[in-house]
């Protein structure tokens, strides 16, 4: 999503606003206003309370169970890990070079990987204002936590989910896939999968990964301390919000792919299955 649209629609400065609609609204209807504060007050409460985020989160985050190989019996032949984000700052060891959802991935990544020492390891992803390419700190990191070197692939290309999907379908082909990424940005993803799938008539089995989980526990387990509000659960919030916005955006960007090849398949009378965006 571009950056003006991530401001702007990110929950802090959408609390902002209607803070400032409130100042603006004491001056008309001062009885409405304290209703409204008391609305805000309690709406920035439950937007800073863990537990409450959890409700917003547990949608996207637990429609895809853990990755294990009981369940998936048949061997992987790749196991492709998204990237997320970096740092080059050389005073930081390996370890803390990658930021924690990079890092939860790429664990998993390994993690899998040393299941089935056999499939090849896919770093993908690319961030522009690093001296350093992210896939290459992971790569560094990969090795650094055993990984045979020679069983590392990576894909410094892909800029996005979108670009980074459509290079896994062309790397993997009809091949058995475990895709690791965050777990609330695994339905955005699966997404595109099946997307890219139609639309490229491919039919590798791509199995979800996730990793890096927000909820940390069920509804049994909760408890009244959980219920404090805590920066966790701002944090939380915020990528909660951008996946959501996320998935909005992907439907305008897949209804505008589908017409975009109905046109050409309707101009051209060859179905441009092989061309996505």
């Known amino acids: 999503m571009e950056f003006p649209v991530k401001i702007l629609a990110s929950p802090a400065v959408i609390l902002l606003l209607l803070a400032l609609l ?6 008309l209807r001062p009885g409405a206003a304290k209703a409204g504060s008391l609305l805000l007050f309690l709406l920035i409460w439950g937007a800073t309370t863990k537990p409450l985020v959890d409700q917003l989160a547990a949608p996207l985050e637990l429609q895809y169970p853990a990755y294990d190989k009981t369940a998936h019996p048949q061997p992987l032949q790749h196991i492709w890990v998204l990237g997320c984000n970096h740092q080059d700052s050389h005073f930081l060891p390996l370890t803390s070079q990658l930021e924690p ?73 009809q091949d058995h896939v475990a895709l690791v990424t965050s777990a609330m940005h695994m339905p955005r993803t699966m997404r595109w999968v099946a997307f890219y799938q139609q639309m490229q008539a491919k039919r590798g089995q791509i199995i979800a990964a996730p990793t890096d989980f927000s909820v940390r526990r069920l509804h049994h387990e909760l408890k009244p301390s959980h219920f404090i509000p805590t920066v966790t659960a701002i944090s939380a919030l915020g990528y909660v919000h951008y996946e959501y916005l996320g998935l909005v955006l992907q439907q305008w960007q897949m209804s505008a792919n589908t017409t975009s090849a109905q046109n050409t398949e309707a101009s051209s009378g060859v179905p441009d299955l092989a061309q996505p965006e």
């Open 101 to 173: 959802c990079s890092l939860a991935r790429v664990s998993e990544g390994i993690r899998l990987w040393h299941q089935q020492p056999t499939a090849l390891l896919h770093f993908s992803g690319r961030i522009d204002d690093r001296l350093t390419e992210h896939s290459e700190v992971a790569r560094r990191y990969a090795i650094a936590m055993g990984v045979a070197p020679d069983h590392i692939r990576l894909h410094q290309q892909p800029q996005n989910t979108r670009e980074e999907i459509q290079s896994l379908l062309a790397a993997t082909g």
């Open 22 to 27: 409130l100042v603006m609204l004491h001056q």
